[in-house]
């Protein structure tokens, strides 16, 4: 069932929203060679407790960590670790879940670890890109699908794919709800998106081919063909004054004025 949030709902979303953005903005002052995942996610653990939050993904299913840190070909749900360090040319995925008060915001940002690839640095900045190009759908009276097919759409255009086996979703009180919203879809179909409806739009896209694997561990979730990958997200929800990103960092909103 999709509820649609009211504006004290949506408030609260906010204040989770500013910690995940603070986040992304304490933690990728670290992101560098030598760096372990684990390190990445004892700072967020950090800034997250500290301003008040919890963490929805510890315990998760029994997840071990408070967020999720991928590295290359993971796709998804890297488990931090002591053993995984960063090396010059990495890309990194930071993904983290804030509950302010009982209400989630959820967002991912690729960050580059030193000097990257041409071929590397497109791959985050086109990923981030068909966000964009996704959010243009989300308004009253189109469809989930429509958002999903704009991801697809730009992503091909470049050679990549996007992932068949894993989607954004709905967010509120909890951080998965309906419903949800695939990197990829048909113009036209799906639920229908109205004024208090509040999403997580996550592209999750391949190098490569879209096949994936999880690992033994039973959360890390890799690229079949051992290309690299890339993610981006953020929380949005749809108000009577149009389209809102919750996540942004402070240097985001200044170049996203419209979406603030």
Known sequence: MITLKSSREIELMKQAGKVVAKVFETCGAIIKPGVSTFEINELAEKVITENGCTGPCK??????????????????????????????GDIVSLDVVANYKGYCADATRTFEVGICKDSVKQLVRVTRESFFEGIKYFKEGNHVGDISHAIEAYVNKFGYSVTRDATGHGIGSSMHEDPAVPCYGKEGTGPSIKVGMALAIEPMVLEGKYQTRILPDGWTTVSKDGKLTCHYENTVVLTEEGLKIITLTEEESKELKQYV
Not at 72 to 88: A, C, F, M, Q
């Open 59 to 88: 315990g998760y299913y029994e997840y071990p960590a408070m967020t999720c840190v991928s590295v290359n070909n993971v796709l998804i749900h890297g488990i931090p670790s002591k053993k995984i360090i960063l090396r010059e």
